[in-house]
Protein backbone atom coordinates (compact mmCIF):
# COMPACT_ATOMS: atom_id res chain seq x y z
CA UNK A 1 0.00 0.00 0.00
CA UNK A 2 0.73 3.40 0.06
CA UNK A 3 2.91 5.22 2.42
CA UNK A 4 4.00 8.94 3.08
CA UNK A 5 6.64 9.03 6.33
CA UNK A 6 7.26 12.36 7.17
CA UNK A 7 10.60 13.07 9.42
CA UNK A 8 12.98 16.11 9.93
CA UNK A 9 10.91 18.14 12.34
CA UNK A 10 11.39 19.71 15.49
CA UNK A 11 11.95 22.84 17.65
CA UNK A 12 14.07 25.16 16.17
CA UNK A 13 14.69 29.00 17.12
CA UNK A 14 13.40 31.51 14.82
CA UNK A 15 16.30 32.43 11.60
CA UNK A 16 17.33 28.84 12.23
CA UNK A 17 16.81 26.08 9.49
CA UNK A 18 15.01 22.54 9.32
CA UNK A 19 15.39 19.99 6.81
CA UNK A 20 12.51 17.50 6.28
CA UNK A 21 11.89 14.64 4.39
CA UNK A 22 9.36 11.82 3.26
CA UNK A 23 9.79 8.92 3.07
CA UNK A 24 7.88 6.94 0.00
CA UNK A 25 7.10 3.64 -1.16
CA UNK A 26 3.91 1.49 -3.37
CA UNK A 27 3.60 3.73 -6.07
CA UNK A 28 5.75 5.15 -8.85
CA UNK A 29 7.45 8.20 -6.95
CA UNK A 30 9.15 9.15 -10.17
CA UNK A 31 6.41 10.33 -12.13
CA UNK A 32 3.88 11.35 -9.33
CA UNK A 33 3.43 15.01 -8.50
CA UNK A 34 4.57 15.18 -4.99
CA UNK A 35 3.21 18.63 -2.43
CA UNK A 36 4.02 19.28 1.25
CA UNK A 37 1.65 21.70 2.66
CA UNK A 38 0.95 22.66 6.34
CA UNK A 39 -1.66 23.50 9.02
CA UNK A 40 -0.71 25.50 12.22
CA UNK A 41 -3.69 25.42 15.26
CA UNK A 42 -6.64 26.98 14.48
CA UNK A 43 -5.97 27.63 10.58
CA UNK A 44 -6.63 26.02 7.39
CA UNK A 45 -4.15 23.56 5.58
CA UNK A 46 -2.06 25.52 3.13
CA UNK A 47 0.12 24.85 0.25
CA UNK A 48 3.73 25.11 1.33
CA UNK A 49 5.27 23.93 -2.43
CA UNK A 50 4.99 20.98 -4.73
CA UNK A 51 6.95 19.46 -7.54
CA UNK A 52 6.12 17.34 -10.58
CA UNK A 53 7.37 14.38 -12.01
CA UNK A 54 9.54 16.46 -14.57
CA UNK A 55 10.89 18.27 -11.84
CA UNK A 56 8.90 21.64 -12.07
CA UNK A 57 8.49 23.32 -8.67
CA UNK A 58 5.89 25.73 -7.26
CA UNK A 59 5.41 27.51 -3.93
CA UNK A 60 3.00 29.19 -1.41
CA UNK A 61 3.19 32.92 -1.30
CA UNK A 62 4.24 33.01 2.57
CA UNK A 63 7.25 31.02 1.91
CA UNK A 64 8.83 32.04 -1.46
CA UNK A 65 12.70 32.58 -1.25
CA UNK A 66 13.16 30.55 2.00
CA UNK A 67 11.45 26.95 0.96
CA UNK A 68 13.09 24.94 -1.27
CA UNK A 69 11.78 21.52 -2.23
CA UNK A 70 13.38 18.70 -4.26
CA UNK A 71 13.06 15.06 -4.95
CA UNK A 72 15.33 12.26 -5.45
CA UNK A 73 13.19 9.63 -7.70
CA UNK A 74 16.53 6.98 -6.82
CA UNK A 75 15.96 6.52 -3.21
CA UNK A 76 11.80 7.79 -3.73
CA UNK A 77 12.10 10.57 -1.20
CA UNK A 78 10.93 14.24 -1.23
CA UNK A 79 12.92 16.92 0.58
CA UNK A 80 11.78 20.37 2.18
CA UNK A 81 14.57 22.58 2.75
CA UNK A 82 13.30 25.28 5.20
CA UNK A 83 15.76 28.45 5.86
CA UNK A 84 14.63 31.54 8.30
CA UNK A 85 12.32 30.08 10.29
CA UNK A 86 9.91 32.40 11.41
CA UNK A 87 7.18 31.46 14.24
CA UNK A 88 4.10 32.13 12.19
CA UNK A 89 5.92 28.51 10.33
CA UNK A 90 5.20 26.64 13.24
CA UNK A 91 2.67 24.14 12.21
CA UNK A 92 2.43 20.28 11.14
CA UNK A 93 4.06 19.55 7.78
CA UNK A 94 2.79 16.68 5.80
CA UNK A 95 3.60 15.44 2.42
CA UNK A 96 1.45 14.46 -0.64
CA UNK A 97 1.33 12.54 -3.52
CA UNK A 98 -0.66 12.56 -6.74
CA UNK A 99 -2.71 15.14 -9.00
CA UNK A 100 -5.19 15.43 -6.05
CA UNK A 101 -3.39 14.72 -3.11
CA UNK A 102 -4.73 11.44 -3.15
CA UNK A 103 -2.08 10.14 -0.21
CA UNK A 104 -1.27 11.65 2.89
CA UNK A 105 1.68 11.33 5.33
CA UNK A 106 0.84 11.48 9.50
CA UNK A 107 2.82 14.96 9.19
CA UNK A 108 5.95 16.24 11.16
CA UNK A 109 5.81 18.80 13.63
CA UNK A 110 7.94 22.34 13.26
CA UNK A 111 7.71 24.75 16.53
CA UNK A 112 9.45 27.76 16.01
CA UNK A 113 10.34 30.15 19.25
CA UNK A 114 10.75 33.68 19.11
Known amino acids: QVQLVESGGGLVEAGGSLNLSCTTSGFTFETSRMGWYRQAPGKERDLVAG???????YYGDSVKGRFTISRDNAKKILYLQIKMLNVEDTAVYCC????????WGQGTQVTVSA
Open 96 to 103: TAGINNEY
Open 51 to 57: ILGGGST
